[in-house]
């Protein structure tokens, strides 16, 4: 059911380092007691729920994680250090499957809980562990195991984030496809109802948020039931409501509060989200035109864009990706 992102990696536990073989140096002594240390384990590779992720986008398909591999052991008993951990962020709700054995590993719901996914090898003992009373100078130690390697499938059911309002023809499918670095699949979506469009938006290096644009929201409202609890899931997530209205018409304003009339007919909840406002179609506008349209309207910010010119778009872009990164915070 659903929206799913989905993407599959490999981890790989470091290796363990090496034992030593080491003797003691004594005056007068050719070989003193063994004291070669341990190596080091290899690290290990963990995931970790980021509650500021929404998506798996920035996790590289087909990409292999390894942790560090331990150091080799020194003379004088010394350890090796322990090889670094590979932390992998996830979005919560991440489902992680291992591929090699088809099973279901984990289901990472809480915020900041992990999940070890592959073990480092054992670092391999030095030869000062090996001594016994009939053998006094051991002349050997082990290597490190290899680290534990696992293909790994993850998958997350998406939300949205941002949900776009507005009137047909106001531009919404076109914005959603420019705005859009990846459009997730649909799992098993009953064809009876209203499909929303999903896409993954990046808002900056690191992070990319869900932007959902649900066809014939506005023109379904007088009878909104045959939208659905699944669609009314992704609105309750929402924090953020885009209005697109087209800048070519008469009155902005007017055309916001009709919009808002008929979401408040549709459900109480809309009247809680924060809004932004982009005026569109400003391509065809001349530039004193622009000038003139509003900076706010009922109190929220207006962005004049086009999706032909992309005139705006990366400020709105950056706009969105700021409130929901401070709803989160
Ligand atoms: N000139 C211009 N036309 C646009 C722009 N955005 C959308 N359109 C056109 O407006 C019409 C409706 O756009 P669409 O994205 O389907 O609107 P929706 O019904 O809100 O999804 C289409 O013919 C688009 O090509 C824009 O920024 N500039
Ligand atoms: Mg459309």
């Known amino acids: 059911m659903d929206f799913i992102d989905e993407v599959t990696i490999t981890v790989q536990g470091g290796n363990g380092g090496r034992g030593c073989v080491s003797f003691r140096r004594e005056k007068y002594v050719p070989k003193g007691g ?35 591999n331990g150091v080799m052991g020194k003379g004088k008993r010394m350890h090796g250090k322990r090889g670094q951990t590979s ?11 291992n591929l090699d054995t088809n099973t279901t590993i984990g289901d990472l719901t809480e915020h900041n809980e992990e999940l070890l996914v592959a073990h480092g090898g054992r670092g391999g003992k030095g030869n000062a562990r090996f001594t016994s009373s009939t053998r006094q100078t051991p002349d050997f130690a082990q290597t490190g195991k290899t680290g534990e ?5 993850f998958q ?14 106001a531009g919404k499918s076109t914005f959603l496809s420019r705005i859009s670095a990846a459009k ?21 290096e690191y992070s990319s948020i869900v932007v959902a644009d649900i066809p014939g929201l506005i023109e379904g409202a007088h009878h909104g039931k045959g939208l ?43 009247s809680m989200k924060n809004r932004l406002i982009a005026l569109t179609k400003t391509d065809l506008l001349a530039e004193n035109q622009i000038k003139k349209l509003p900076k706010k309207i009922d109190g929220w910010n207006c962005f004049p864009i086009s999706s032909v010119t992309d005139a705006g778009i990366q400020n709105i872009v950056q706009e969105m990706g700021q409130l929901i990164q401070d709803s989160s915070a």
Request: charged share 25%.
């Open 184 to 204: 997730p699949k649909i799992a098993d979506y009953p064809f009876t109802t209203l499909i929303p469009q999903l896409g993954i938006v990046k808002t900056s």
């Open 34 to 68: 063994p004291d070669g240390g341990d190596g080091g384990n290899g690290g290990n590779v963990i995931l970790k729920v980021n509650p500021n992720l929404s998506t798996l986008f920035d996790i590289r398909p087909r990409k292999r994680y390894k942790a560090g």
């Open 156 to 169: 997350l059911k998406l939300l949205a984030d941002v949900g776009l309002v507005g009137f047909p023809n």
């Open 149 to 153: 390697e696992r293909t790994l499938q």
């Open 87 to 97: 932390m992998i962020e996830v979005p919560q709700g991440t489902i992680v499957i």
């Open 228 to 270: 659905g609890d699944r669609f009314l899931r992704h609105v309750e997530r929402t924090n953020l409501l885009l209005f697109l209205i087209d800048a070519n018409e008469e009155d902005p304003s007017t055309l916001y509060n009709k919009l808002n009339d008929e979401l408040r007919q549709f459900h109480e909840s809309f």
